[in-house]
């Protein structure tokens, strides 16, 4: 399946090389556009259909994604799963849902997300999930490009795990070496 999702990825033009700013703050050689993907409804439909097929016994209440990709995949997961999708937003520090979107206490929820790096928005929408009572049943993403395996104290599926070098930026080699810093969704 793997090899099937990565194809989907690179038919899309997803996969970019060069020297990328991730929005963690972070340095990275390689950046996954997910919005290359969810520019295509087949495309999502599909990534999300392995998401919603893994957590589809789990009784889910409500699928909830950060902003701004995590929207699209909650929308089109929940769809699938038959339930709400939902998203919370940036406020301050931290993300909320507004918009009257609810969670009751003890409503089970399924967070999505499109590329996992270091999990904050992850976190973060946890702790907006937690802070209303619902009850975190699972985490599904579309790549998983992490270093090292992260604990959200929530099972964890993606539909690829792709472990991907990332530097600070005091400690960056692409850096070191005069390559431009591309931050991407910044204007041309």
Request: charged content about 20%; proline content about 6%.
């Given at each position: 399946?793997?090899?099937?999702?990565?194809?989907?990825?690179?038919?899309?033009?997803?996969?970019?090389?060069?020297?990328f700013l991730?929005?963690?703050?972070?340095?990275?050689?390689?950046?996954?556009?997910?919005?290359?993907?969810?520019?295509?409804?087949?495309?999502?439909?599909?990534?999300?259909?392995?998401?919603?097929?893994?957590?589809?016994?789990?009784?889910?209440?409500?699928?909830?994604?950060?902003?701004?990709?995590?929207?699209?995949?909650?929308?089109?997961?929940?769809?699938?799963l038959?339930?709400?999708?939902?998203?919370?937003?940036?406020?301050?520090?931290?993300?909320?849902?507004?918009?009257?979107?609810?969670?009751?206490?003890?409503?089970?929820?399924?967070?999505?997300?499109?590329?996992?790096?270091?999990?904050?928005?992850?976190?973060?929408?946890?702790?907006?999930?937690?802070?209303?009572?619902?009850?975190?049943?699972?985490?599904?993403?579309?790549v998983?490009?992490?270093?090292?395996?992260?604990?959200?104290?929530?099972?964890?599926?993606?539909?690829?795990?792709?472990?991907?070098?990332?530097y600070?930026?005091?400690?960056c080699?692409?850096?070191?070496?005069?390559i431009?810093?591309?931050?991407?969704?910044?204007?041309?």
């Amino acid at each position: 399946m793997s090899d099937e999702v990565l194809e989907i990825f690179k038919t899309a033009g997803a996969i970019k090389e060069g020297h990328f700013l991730l929005a963690s703050g972070l340095h990275s050689p390689v950046y996954w556009e997910k919005f290359r993907i969810l520019q295509y409804p087949d495309f999502t439909e599909r990534l999300c259909r392995l998401i919603a097929q893994h957590f589809k016994r789990q009784k889910i209440d409500v699928v909830a994604g950060p902003t701004t990709g995590g929207i699209i995949l909650a929308f089109e997961t929940a769809r699938q799963l038959g339930t709400r999708g939902i998203f919370a937003e940036k406020e301050g520090g931290a993300r909320v849902f507004r918009r009257d979107f609810e969670i009751a206490p003890g409503q089970r929820v399924l967070i999505v997300d499109d590329i996992l790096t270091t999990g904050s928005s992850l976190r973060e929408t946890i702790n907006a999930v937690d802070t209303l009572g619902g009850t975190v049943i699972g985490i599904g993403v579309l790549v998983d490009r992490s270093e090292k395996n992260l604990d959200f104290n929530a099972p964890l599926f993606s539909c690829l795990r792709a472990p991907t070098t990332v530097y600070s930026p005091q400690e960056c080699p692409l850096c070191a070496a005069g390559i431009p810093l591309v931050k991407p969704g910044a204007p041309s």
